[in-house]
C-alpha cells in the first residue's frame, strides 16, 4: 500500500491509484479499508472495483456499510447486487432499511428470491430463522451415496453448505446428518442411512435465540446446525461463517456494555464524535445519578468529616477498592454466563463462593493498607481502614456476583451489570461502611 | 436430568443413574457436565462412559480438564488415548503437563505419531505451527477431478478436513486452493488448475500468532487456512473448530482483563474460591498502591478541605464520573484494535476524536450535575462542579483512548488497560485538577 494510506487516497481523489489498489487486495483487505472510510467515501471507492470483485466485497461489508454503498449506486446495479445476494445475507442487510424500501426492493426480486426472502422475514429478529440459509441439499437414508453425490451435483451450487448434510425422512423430519466427505470415502453403494450420525444430532427451531444457535455451533464445531419448525421439519441450516459473525457482534455488544456505553454500530473509526458521545451519554447520565448517592452519604457524616478532616483523604481508596473487587466478580460471573458455565440455579453457590473471595482479597489488602497508615498516620486510623476493607471487599464480590445472575433472571442482558455500573451502586455502600467503622472505633 | 443434577448424582456416587445419564446425553451435554465437576470427581465421572464416546468426551473437554482426566484413568487406558487424539490437540494437551510426563507419554506413543507431534511441539508456543494440522490432503494442478477424489478416498480418512485442499507445485509451494465441493461438482476430467483459487489466497507461516491467524479464519470465513515454512513450503492447515477455540480463550481472557483479573485457567465453576482469589489478588494490590496516589493527592489539598468541607461530599462523584468516562474511551479503543478496526499509526486521530468525546460528555454531565448544586448549595459551587466535570471528562477520554494504543506499541497487551486501571489512574488526577479548580473559583 507504499506509504499514502488508503484512505487518504480516497480522499484525495487518486481514482486510478485507488483502482490499482483495489485490483491488488484480498476481498479482507479492501473490506477492512471500506469500513474505515467516512460514509460518503465508502461508496466512492467501491465504484471503483472491478465488477467480479464487486459482489464478493459486498457480501463481507457489514449491513451498516453495505447501506452507505447502496446509497451511492444507482438503481438498477442495486437490483443486481440485492438479487445475487444469499437470502439469509439479504434478510439481515433488509432488517438495516427503512420499510419503504424495503418494500420497493423486495418488488424488484425474482420470484424464487422473494419467496425465499419473505420467509426469512417472516421470523423474529434476532432468531435462528432469520439467520438461517433456507437453500441446502437434504437426502433420503434409502439412497446410495452414488446417488447423493448426484443430487448434490444436480442441487449443490445454490446451496451455502453441501459440508453438513441433513438425511430427511418422508415428512421432512430430521433423522440424520452425513457430510460429503462421508459420501466421497464411501463406496458408491454404500446407504445414506449408513453412514449418516443419528446420536444426539444437534438442531434447533426457527424461534431459538441467534446466539444460542451460533453459541452451539462454536462449542460444537459443526459446519451447519440444521433449524426444524415448530413441527419439527427441517426448513433451513445456519452455517458456520453466519453463527461467527452473530458472535462477533454478541461479543463487541458484550465488550461495550463492559465499558458501561451502549454499542456502537459500525466500524469505530467510521462514527462521528458525535456518535461515540450518543452511546456513552445515556450510561454516565444514569451513572451520575447513581454517583449523586454518595453525595447525600456524605451529607449524613459531614460532621463526623468535619471533626476528623483525614478521614476524606481516604475516601477514593475506600470506594475505588471497593468498586475494583466487585468489577472482578461481575465480569468473571458475565463471562462464565456468556460461555454457559454458569446456569441460575447456581447462584447461591456462586455468591458463597464469590464472599469468600472477597473476605480473603478484603484481609488482604486491609493489611496491606493498614500497615502504611498505622506508621505514617495512627493506628485508629489504620484499624478503620483495615476493617472497612474486609467488609467493603467481602460486600463488593457479593454484589457483584449476584447482580449480573439476578439480572438474567428478570430477563435483562447480564452484560448490562458493567464494571462502572457496579464501581458506581458499591461506591455509596462503601462511604457507609467506611464511615460506620470509623464512628465505631474512634467512638464518636 | 430429572430433579436431581448431574454433579450430585456423581458426588452421591449413584454409578448407576450417572452412566444412564452419559449414555442418553450429547457429547456438549456431557462436557459441559464435566467441567462443572470438582477436580476429583471428574475422573471418577468420565470412567463411567461408554468406551465408544470417551474418545469425543476426552477431545471436547479443556487440557485443563483433560489432566484431570488422565490423572484418574490407569496406565494403558491413558496411552490409548492419547495415541488416539489428533496431533494439534495432543501437542496443546503436552503444554499443560510437567516435561517428564510428556517425555515419557512421547515415548509410548506410535513412531508416526511421535513424529507429527515432536514437530508440533517444536514451534513456539502461541504460534500457528503449534496450532495447524499437519495432516492434511494435497493435490496437484495437473490432476483431473476424478484423480483427486480418489486421492482424498485413499487419504482422506486420517486429515482433519476434506474441505479446503491445498494445491502445491514441485516445490511444495502453495499455489492455490479448492475444495471437496468444487471437486465433486466439475466433470471428473476437468483439472485441478481450472478448479482452483488463486487470487488473494490467505496464508501464514508458522510464526504468526495464534491469534492473528484464527481472526484471519474468521473474518474470511474460511475452513482451513493454510500455514506454511519460512520458505514457503507447506507444512499444515488450521482448521476453522481449532480456530475457534484459541478466539474464545483469548476473548475470556480480554474479558478477565477487563475486569482487572488474570485470566482463569478452566471452568469457573471448577475453580476454587482460593483461585478465584489468586488470580485477583495481585491487580487489586497494584490498583491500591495506585490509589495511595489520591490520598497523596488529597492531603496536599487538607488545609482546603478543611476549610470548605462540603468540598469533599463531591469527591466520589467527580472522581467516579472521571473513571467511567475514561473506562469507556479505553474499552472501546480496545475492542475496535481487537477486532482489527483501528491501528497504532490511528493514534493521533483516535485521541483527537475522544477528546472531542469527552468535551462534549462532561459538558453535558457538567450542566446535569451544576444545576441541582446550584439549587441546594451555592452559585460557587456548582460552577466548581461544572468546570471540573468539563475537564475530567476531557483528561479521561483522551487517557483512557490513547494508553491502549501505547500499550500495544510497548509490546503489552492493550487489554491489560483495563476500566479498573483506567478508573485508578484517572483517579489521583481528577482530584488535582478539582482542586485546583476549586481553589481558583473560590480565590483561596
Not at 457483584?400 to 455509596?428: E, F
Amino acid at each position: 500500500m507504499s506509504d499514502v494510506s488508503f484512505d487518504e487516497l480516497v480522499r484525495d481523489g487518486e481514482t486510478r491509484r485507488v483502482a490499482e489498489w483495489l485490483r491488488a487486495s484480498t476481498i479482507l483487505e479492501i473490506v477492512d479499508e471500506l469500513a474505515r472510510l467516512d460514509p460518503e467515501d465508502t461508496a466512492v471507492a467501491f465504484r471503483l472495483l472491478p465488477r467480479d470483485r464487486a459482489l464478493d466485497v459486498f457480501e463481507a461489508l457489514d449491513p451498516g456499510d453495505q447501506q452507505q454503498v447502496l446509497d451511492g449506486l444507482r438503481a438498477d446495479r442495486v437490483r443486481q447486487i440485492i438479487e445475487a445476494l444469499d437470502p439469509d445475507d439479504r434478510a439481515r442487510l433488509f432488517d438495516e432499511m427503512p420499510a419503504k424500501v424495503v418494500t420497493r426492493l423486495l418488488g424488484q426480486l425474482s420470484a424464487d428470491e422473494r419467496t425465499l426472502t419473505t420467509v426469512l422475514l417472516g421470523y423474529p429478529e434476532d432468531s435462528a430463522g432469520r439467520l438461517m440459509s433456507p437453500e441446502f441439499v437434504s437426502l433420503r437414508a434409502t439412497s446410495t451415496a452414488g446417488e447423493a453425490i448426484e443430487k448434490i451435483r444436480r442441487e449443490g451450487l445454490d446451496a451455502e453448505t453441501v459440508y453438513a448434510l441433513p438425511v430427511l425422512d418422508d415428512h421432512r423430519h430430521l433423522i440424520g446428518i452425513t457430510g460429503l466427505r462421508a459420501l466421497v470415502l464411501a463406496p458408491t453403494s454404500a446407504r445414506v442411512g449408513e453412514l449418516m450420525t443419528t446420536d444426539g444430532i444437534h438442531q434447533v427451531t426457527t424461534d431459538t435465540d441467534q446466539e444460542v444457535a451460533a453459541r452451539l455451533v462454536r462449542e460444537v464445531g459443526l459446519i451447519a446446525l440444521p433449524v426444524v419448525d415448530s413441527e419439527g421439519r427441517l426448513v433451513g441450516v445456519i452455517t458456520v461463517d453466519d453463527a461467527l459473525r452473530v458472535l462477533e457482534d454478541e461479543e463487541t455488544e458484550d465488550f461495550a456494555l463492559a465499558g458501561g456505553a451502549s454499542p456502537l454500530r459500525g466500524n469505530y473509526l467510521a462514527v462521528s464524535a458525535f456518535g461515540l458521545a450518543r452511546v456513552r451519554a445515556l450510561w454516565l447520565l444514569l451513572l451520575i445519578v447513581a454517583a449523586a448517592l454518595t453525595v447525600n452519604v456524605l451529607q449524613v457524616f459531614e460532621s463526623t468529616l468535619d471533626e476528623v478532616v483525614t478521614l476524606a483523604l481516604f475516601i477514593p481508596l475506600i470506594t475505588g477498592t471497593g468498586g475494583n473487587s466487585g468489577a472482578q466478580a461481575s465480569t468473571a460471573v458475565i463471562r462464565a454466563m456468556a460461555v454457559g458455565e454458569v446456569r441460575l440455579s447456581d447462584l447461591p453457590r456462586i455468591v458463597w463462593r464469590e464472599a469468600r473471595v472477597g473476605m480473603m482479597l478484603g484481609l488482604m489488602l486491609g493489611f496491606a493498607a493498614a500497615l502504611p497508615v498505622v506508621i505514617l498516620y495512627d493506628a485508629d486510623l489504620g484499624t478503620i481502614i483495615m476493617i472497612a476493607l474486609l467488609i467493603v471487599c467481602t460486600w463488593a464480590t457479593t454484589v457483584g456476583s449476584a447482580l449480573p445472575l439476578l439480572a438474567r433472571r428478570a430477563g435483562v442482558d447480564p452484560a448490562v451489570v458493567s464494571a462502572p455500573l457496579i464501581t458506581t451502586l458499591v461506591d455509596a455502600s462503601a462511604l457507609i461502611i467506611y464511615f460506620v467503622v470509623a464512628k465505631v472505633v474512634l467512638g464518636l
